[in-house]
């Protein structure tokens, strides 16, 4: 079945460091791969995605990069600032089954 | 500015009544997805709609929870008796399917508390 890892479980860095979030996942079939970012008490906002046939893409402070082969996708923060702090999710798209299955989440805190 | 309508938004009630949460998908998406969240935990997915026809409810407890898709417009998750154990944030989402993927869009949260 699908199943997708992210790790870490919680980042603190400081105020202008980089911020990078790691997501593997076990369906080859899948083929579309969000960021999602929560802050509290709010719904999760897409703030990035990679489709399989790209290995990167750049918005701006945020990358996404992709490794089809070994199954996994990283997220990029660069120059962070402190409304940079929430929690990330990454999420796994099936091609076969049409389900979006998310990771257990990454939170992160930027100190001023 | 389209976006994902729930209701109720917050909703507190006694162990062993009947719960109903409503979502209006954006107009024109075709797909329609129910997520459980607990404590800002991870976004556990119950359910899933395609052309209102159910796709997958393997993560949902079959005796106490139900979804439709009675129109387009309209999805719903009923729980029934509810538990303590079911306080959560249930979202709603819907996105417009893509074989290669599509971004879906997720409304405010329906905030369960069960006393």
């Known amino acids: 079945g699908e199943n997708v890892e992210q790790h870490p479980s919680t980042l603190s860095v400081q105020e202008g460091d980089s911020a990078v979030i790691k997501c593997t996942y076990s369906?080859?079939?899948?083929?579309?791969f969000p960021w999602y970012k929560q802050e509290l008490g709010k719904r999760p906002q897409l703030i990035i995605d990679?489709?399989?046939?790209?290995g990167e893409k750049k918005d701006q402070r945020i990358a996404v990069t992709l490794n089809k082969t070994a199954k996994h996708f990283s997220l990029h923060i660069t120059e962070t600032q402190p409304e940079d702090s929430a929690v990330y999710f990454c999420?796994?798209?099936?091609?076969?089954?049409?389900?979006?299955?998310f990771g257990q989440g990454t939170t992160l805190q930027v100190k001023p | 500015d389209a976006r994902v309508t729930q209701t109720p938004r917050h909703k507190v009630t006694e162990m062993g009544q009947e719960v109903t949460m409503r979502c209006q998908p954006i107009?024109?998406?075709?797909?329609v997805f129910w997520y459980r969240q607990t404590m800002m935990q991870g976004l556990e997915l119950l359910a899933y709609?395609?052309?209102?026809?159910?796709?997958?409810d393997s993560g949902m407890p079959k005796d106490r929870f139900s979804a439709e898709m009675p129109d387009a417009t309209l999805a719903t998750l009923k729980i029934q008796p509810s538990e303590p154990r079911d306080s959560a944030v249930y979202f709603c989402?819907?996105?417009?399917?893509?074989?290669?993927?599509?971004?879906?869009?997720f409304g405010e949260g329906s905030w369960l508390t069960v006393v």
């Open positions: 989402a819907s996105g417009l399917q893509a074989s290669s993927g599509n971004t879906i869009y």
């Open positions: 369906d080859s079939a899948s083929n579309y």
């Open positions: 990679i489709r399989s046939n790209v």
């Open positions: 999420a796994v798209y099936s091609g076969n089954t049409g389900k979006l299955i």
């Open positions: 107009l024109g998406h075709n797909t």
């Open positions: 709609f395609r052309n209102r026809a159910p796709l997958d």
